[in-house]
């Protein structure tokens, strides 16, 4: 499917644009914590799944970066990202580790793409994981919409306590959006954090659509972050908008956001994803710890 895509997905004016958002704040490029790279055959799937604007969706939903691997990779390049991850993530058992191995190779053949790696409840994951964090993974995804499992499954136990100890970031997507599955929420996440309160979590999508509960989960524990992905951008905020009344909450929050696009599975400019933050208003020092300077703290990025 992707090599039918031969000119490049973007333009050079907006690749200036993407640029001029940065210089301006005078940072010397972005961080996206949040972009995907995966191998072909599950990343064919995952466009064949928006193209069909699954059950879960409910809208259109195009893919604004559909191109070949590389050709994604030097957008990325050509928009001035310094530092970004390949955000892979298992459904089903089985599926995990040989995601963890694509991961490692594609890392180690691009290295500003941060060494990510994931996990699914099984019995061999917590082998796997320390084995990932031995090769150099910088990041893990977890999945709990997509997985359809609990954060809290007792398989995850060695899991959580090996990634706690090492203090390798998560990526989780365990907010309720764009719907609901069995286990997302806040609830079972604070119930993990109460277990495990050093936990290195990065909350994707600001938690949507439980802004607030996530929020407060960010202020309540030292290592919880909150990834922008997808949020106040327009396409989001018509269907969950964030709440004003927490913006001065967001501010204070500044130092523990991180920029996400989403990246190539967004169907509207990379462009709208800085904007949409630059449109809050929380100050120019708020934008550079989110657009750079928080991350390249997170994972030594110099």
């Not at 990202?81 to 089985?94: C, E, L, Q, W």
């Not at 996400?260 to 100050?283: H, K, W």
Request: proline share 8%.
């Amino acid at each position: 499917m992707c090599d039918e895509q031969t000119a490049a997905p973007f333009s050079a004016a907006e690749a200036e644009a993407v640029r001029t958002v940065w210089r301006e704040l005078g940072l010397p490029g972005l961080i996206d914590v949040h972009t995907h790279f995966m191998p072909r055959r599950v990343m064919d799937k995952v466009w064949a799944y928006f193209d069909s604007a699954g059950p879960m969706l409910g809208r259109e939903w195009p893919i604004a970066y559909r191109a070949d691997e590389e050709q994604r990779v030097e957008t990325l390049r050509a928009f001035g990202v310094r530092g970004f991850s390949s955000m892979i993530y298992p459904h089903k058992p089985d599926m995990a580790e040989w995601l963890n191995g694509w991961g490692a190779e594609f890392a180690a053949s691009h290295r500003d793409c941060l060494h990510t790696a994931t996990f699914y409840p099984e019995e061999g994951a917590p082998s796997y994981v320390e084995r990932a964090i031995e090769s150099g993974a910088a990041v893990f995804k977890s999945h709990i919409q997509v997985g359809a499992y609990s954060p809290i499954d007792p398989l995850l136990d060695g899991v959580w306590g090996t990634i706690d100890d090492a203090q390798v970031p998560v990526v989780i997507h365990c907010g309720s959006g764009p719907a609901p599955g069995e286990f997302t929420g806040p609830d079972r996440i604070a119930t993990l954090l109460e277990r495990f309160p050093t936990l290195p979590l990065i909350v994707a999508h600001m938690g949507t659509p439980e802004y607030e509960s996530f929020l407060a989960l960010a202020e309540r524990y030292e290592n919880v972050r909150l990834d922008t992905t997808m949020s106040f951008t327009t396409f989001s905020e018509e269907g969950a908008p964030y709440p004003v009344e927490l913006l001065p909450r967001l501010r204070d929050l500044g130092g523990k956001i991180l920029f996400g696009s989403d990246f190539p599975n967004i169907p509207y400019s990379y462009t709208e994803s800085l904007d949409a933050c630059v449109r809050l208003d929380l100050g120019d020092e708020w934008l550079r710890g989110v657009f750079h300077d928080n991350a390249a703290t997170l994972f030594g990025i110099g």
